[in-house]
């Protein structure tokens, strides 16, 4: 018996690219990453608390290996969301970075 997809025709998903634009200085892309791996570390520590509560039972549980590859997995998650559109943190933490800037330059006139 053959299974049908409907599914397998759509088009993939659209990666939601940032809303920075392509002219940017050295310190426009600095504040973009510092305020992604902000955003990440953010997501990252949600992660772990959503899986605080998870126990693996059983023979391959895992023990402390485990719970290093968890953690690691997480970071890489949270890296991955917030490269990927995030949830609009590092959007609000980018525009103020660029306030702030902003407004040092202005009061050094």
Do not use: C, H, W
Request: net charge positive; aromatic share 6%.
């Amino acid at each position: 018996m053959e299974l049908k997809r409907p599914y397998a025709a759509a088009s993939p998903p659209t990666v939601i690219q940032n809303k920075t634009p392509k002219s940017q200085t050295a310190f426009d892309r600095k504040a973009r990453q510092a305020a992604e791996k902000f955003e990440a570390v953010f997501l990252s520590q949600i992660l772990k608390s959503m899986s605080v509560g998870i126990k693996s039972k059983g023979l391959f549980s895992g023990g402390s290996g485990e719970a290093i590859f968890k953690g690691v997995m997480n970071d890489e998650i949270a890296k991955q969301i917030a490269r990927n559109g995030g949830i609009g943190l590092a959007d609000s933490v980018y525009r103020e970075i660029i306030k702030t800037q902003e407004v040092k330059l202005s009061n050094a006139k």
